[in-house]
């Protein structure tokens, strides 16, 4: 599958990530690294030179995320210095966050198995298109596709909402305590919800780009959509002759997107000759997208188990200091 990076062009764009200066405290030196290089992922990864498509750069962030959350369990909340230090108030806080970052996971979860429902379905349509007339497939097959897009459109909208809502409540009191280990630990784990947040909203509003629903831009539609592939087919065919790595410019949901408006013109037009091979391209483009879908889904998974080890960590050092 060719890849790419893409910046997606959204109302609700993740918020620039900084990089916070070092503490230099030992306790907390391996995350504040961990998170260093997260953040410098994720930095590439909107800058970068058309390496990873947008849905692959995500699975890579979720990657760090997940590595992210084992070392904030650990080596930092397995520590005695960290169980000796933390005051009963500080863990509720920390563990609050925990829980919002949880609820946000799920619904981005959620908002994936509906992603996946609508390719599935269109798969299994295509699969039987040999009984069918591909009329009657482009009538209702790929018109469900289209409305069902709708729908996770709708529910990205609405998880959006929610996560903007959840960053709007959240506020940090001003650290008072005096003791260095304990403003280190509160101090990267703000950095830790921070970037988790982050990431969940670029997720999410990518999700929301390639479905064509956020760019300000008018969405691209029939020949104009086709003559866009046919210039990236050229693109690829250059880069395969020079051996170097290309790129469509394009996610896999939009790629899916062109190849059926393709389908669906030569069908209208009855351009016999490209109907059997854009069928081909369709089933092609459905199944990179399922694929690319499955592992942003693995990705969540992983992060969601280790936001919990990270809880349970929490919840007993909660119930030591008792």
Known sequence: MVVSSLKPKTPFHARSIS??????????????????????????????????????SMCRNLSGLKDLFDCVDQDLLQSTTTHRVLSHKCVNGVLDGTLALLDTCSNAQ??????KECVQDLQLSLRRRR???????????????????????????????DLKRMENRRSFSVLTEKDPNTVAIIS????????????????LSTLLSGLGSSSKKPALKGWALVSKLMHTNKCVELGKKGDEKTTTG????????????????????????????SVQNVQKRSTELALSIEAIEDGLELVFKSLIKTRVSLLNILSSNN
Not at 189 to 198: D, H, K, N, P
Not at 255 to 265: G, M, R, S, Y
């Open 188 to 203: 990267v784990f703000r950095e830790v919800q921070f970037i988790t947040m982050s990431t969940f909203e670029s997720l």
């Open 19 to 56: 990089f916070p200066s070092r503490s230099n405290n030992p306790l907390t030196l391996p995350v504040e690294e961990q998170l260093f290089k997260l953040k410098s992922s994720s930095s590439l990864s909107d800058e970068a030179t058309s390496t990873f498509s947008p849905l692959s």
């Open 250 to 277: 394009m996610c896999e949901i939009e790629e899916l997107d062109v190849a059926l408006n393709t389908f669906k013109i030569s069908c209208k037009n009855s351009m016999e000759a490209l109907v059997e091979h």
């Open 131 to 161: 009984t069918r007339d591909y009329g009657h497939l482009i009538e209702t097959d790929v018109e469900k596709y289209t409305n069902s897009k709708k729908k996770v459109i709708k529910a990205i909208n609405k998880c959006l909402k």
């Open 110 to 115: 959620e908002v994936l198995v509906q992603m």
